[in-house]
């Protein structure tokens, strides 16, 4: 395997994120695996979560949004996994992995598993799925593997990629969603191969129903090749509003809400019937900009809109002080962040308004932006609107649910920015990519500016760990240089749970799975 190609990410990322939270109104950052003296687990029952985010789809290649996860890692593995904790790399659909050479990464995959129509897992299967990961024309995944030149089947249970150019992220991004293999039999009966509402995987929990914006229920995989679920199934309700979501586990009616803010947390923690818990976490907020037209095309109005924020105070405000109020996109203590890059843009009013005036807005500007329309990310932009007010630089918002934003922004190109947490990916390198990229889909403008592709490139093909780290911290400076985002503050996986749920693990990326959760009797 080659997971010394991106290095055991350390300890310290979770230490330096725990150390920051002390006084955050005492509301404690745990690790994820620290939990109280439980009973054993034990099997059976069907766990009530509540998530406050309809996905798009359910379809790993179609789908857009982090949360999205919650729904698709029951259903769904990885032809490589991760810990949860710390990132490295680990065995899942394949068992090991290896590069015989800069631009050959061979896979050997699991024997005896099976999807849950009956369909064998076997290189066949994973051909089929790489392959239409890059030609299926509402794959929103075909950027993560255009380094792939060919895929083939060099064995019942071996896959061969071969690729354009040397690509250390590539097993990386076998983890995410162009990794969550998809039953070819079910994409060959589906009309127009569409299955974002009839998803079949191999995972430890089997689709049911997905009744939109209100629930999406999983029974339990009895054929599972992995340790079986101890859970019968999960009713994952969707609740868009946050308040609302955390009064169905006050009222008996849920057993966890995921991907709550610091303001529930705060009024769960008041509780003693209720267990609020934060964790480390790679999410972090932004905000996407168009720099390839308008007004943002112009790096002194990027720039002066992050000179125009607070950080500290907006991690305080909007997120109790458990995130981190910097401009970096990695958490203080990840291997690739540099740490002068997280003060890089301090508030400094008098600054944004000369690069303002430079621009010739001397008058100030509008920006007509996109954000999501849950209650928190409307707070989020109230008060970033705020701070940007100060400088000249008003918001014209319009709220809308995420994948709307997401449709609005990136592909219909209307509007110059949309504020939006994103991240959560286990390689640094592919995080620079999906979002900068001329062929990301999330960099609206489509453009490099000019020297990202030399450093972008030297990211992807360098397999020294010490030079590659050297490269990334580079690419930091570059992307804060240019103004490329607006970046806010990192955050925490918040989740609120009753007291009988157990096992649950929101990683690093906030990308959980369930098979080992367990409620007591």
């Not at 069907?46 to 789809?57: E, K």
């Amino acid at each position: 395997m080659t997971t010394d190609l991106f290095g055991k990410i350390p300890d310290i990322t979770r230490r330096s994120l725990l150390a920051g939270t002390a006084a955050a109104g005492g509301l404690a950052l745990l690790p994820a695996t620290v939990r109280a003296q439980a009973p054993q687990p034990r099997s059976g029952g069907t766990l009530r979560a509540v998530m406050p985010f309809n996905p798009a789809a359910l379809d790993p290649l179609t789908g857009r949004n982090n949360p999205d996860f919650n729904a698709l890692l029951l259903m769904f593995d990885a032809l490589i996994g991760f810990d949860p904790q710390t990132l490295e790399l680990q065995p899942m659909l394949a068992t090991s992995w290896k590069f015989t050479d800069p631009t050959t990464l061979v896979l050997e995959l699991r024997q005896g598993v099976e999807f849950h129509d009956g369909t064998p897992f076997n290189a066949e299967a994973v051909v089929f799925h790489l392959q239409r990961c890059s030609t299926y024309d509402r794959s929103n995944v075909k950027s993560d593997l255009a380094v792939v030149d060919k895929v083939e089947a060099t064995g019942p249970y071996q896959v061969s990629l071969k690729l354009k150019y040397p690509d250390a992220t590539l097993p990386a991004i076998l983890t995410d969603r162009a990794g969550l293999i998809v039953s070819p039999t079910s994409v060959k009966a589906a009309a127009g191969g569409n299955v974002d509402r009839a998803p079949v995987g191999t995972g430890p929990f089997k689709f049911v129903e997905w009744q939109d914006n209100t629930l999406i229920k999983v029974v339990k995989n009895a054929n599972y090749w992995g340790d079986k679920p101890y859970l019968d199934g999960v009713d994952m309700r969707i609740v868009n509003e946050f308040n609302t979501a955390v009064r169905t586990v006050t009222a008996g009616e849920a057993d966890i809400v995921l991907n709550m803010s610091a303001q529930q947390m705060a009024v769960a923690k008041r509780d003693p019937k209720l267990v609020a818990e934060a964790t480390p976490s790679m999410i972090y907020y932004t905000a996407f900009l168009n720099y390839g037209e308008g007004p943002l095309k112009d790096v002194r109005v990027r720039q002066a809109m992050n000179w125009a924020l607070d950080r500290p105070v907006l991690n305080q405000v909007l997120w109790g002080g458990l995130g981190g109020g910097h401009c970096s996109m990695f958490p203080s203590g990840f291997w690739a962040n540099d740490p002068a890059t997280e003060n890089y843009y301090k508030l400094d009013l008098d600054r944004a308004k000369s690069l303002l005036k430079a621009a010739g807005f001397a008058n100030g500007i509008e920006i007509a932006t996109f954000t999501w329309a849950d209650q928190a990310a409307v707070q989020r932009q109230e008060v970033l609107g705020a701070q940007l007010a100060e400088a000249g630089i008003r918001l014209k918002v319009t709220p809308a649910q995420p994948a709307q934003t997401m449709q609005y922004f990136l592909t219909e190109k209307k509007g110059q920015m949309l504020m939006t947490p994103t991240g959560g990916l286990p390689d640094p390198a592919t995080a620079y990519d999906r979002q900068f990229s001329a062929t990301a889909y999330r960099n609206a403008a489509k453009i490099e500016l000019p020297g990202y592709r030399e450093l972008m490139d030297a990211s992807m093909n360098t397999f020294d760990n010490a030079k590659r780290k050297d490269v990334l911290h580079k690419m930091q400076h570059f992307v804060l240089e240019n103004a490329l985002h607006l970046p806010q503050f990192s955050s925490a996986g918040i989740i609120i749970r009753t007291p009988k749920v157990h096992g649950f693990n929101f990683s690093l990326l906030q990308r959980p799975r369930f098979h080992k959760v367990w409620m007591e009797a």
